[in-house]
């Protein structure tokens, strides 16, 4: 099995291309902590590279610049070509799947206006969130426990701080 699920920053703008027969292509490099032991240990960062295709990657192309925050999901990938000087060259990246907003709008640092409510995309050209009710609340079933927690509306905007 081949699946990757990796959260963190991007480390630059996301370069968005397409190919000679015109599918979108989107490479970004997210930063991911990585966990550490010790009290004195310092913070680390592995600097993975990602590449998205189609819709997934105009999404991220659309909705993420450097310093966002960002989950993802997909396998990994290695290829290999001849350099122009002759030498193998090697890559692995993350092929990704899936893309998703963590966090609050100020906290990812997305751009994005309108519709924001913390949903990804990928696979299968939709959202991967659950389809909105004709209330716009979500159905977690009859047997959800909220605990504690009020729902919101969605808007960020009636947040008390």
């Not at 490099?29 to 310092?42: E, H, L």
């Not at 960062?45 to 966002?68: H, L, M, P």
């Not at 002759?86 to 709008?105: H, M, P």
């Not at 913390?118 to 605990?147: H, K, L, S, T, V």
């Amino acid at each position: 099995m081949n699946k990757v699920i990796l959260m963190g920053r991007l480390t630059r703008d996301v370069e968005m291309r397409q190919t000679p027969s015109g599918v979108s292509l989107a490479r970004f490099s997210i930063a991911v902590n990585r966990r550490f032991a010790g009290k004195d240990a310092q913070q680390q960062a592995d600097f993975i590279n990602c590449v998205a295709w189609r819709q997934t990657g105009e999404f991220i192309a659309r909705y993420f610049q450097k310093g966002s925050m960002i989950a993802v999901v997909g396998s990994i990938q290695s290829r290999s070509w001849d350099g122009q000087d002759g030498k193998r060259q090697y890559a692995t990246e993350v092929n990704v799947d899936e893309a998703y907003f963590t966090g609050s709008r100020s906290e990812t640092g997305t751009q994005g206006s309108g519709g924001y409510q913390n949903q990804g995309f990928g696979g299968q050209g939709g959202f991967n969130a659950p389809a909105p009710q004709a209330n716009n609340e979500p159905d977690f079933g009859d047997d959800f426990d909220m605990g504690g927690f009020t729902d919101l509306d969605g808007s960020e905007d009636d947040l008390p701080f």
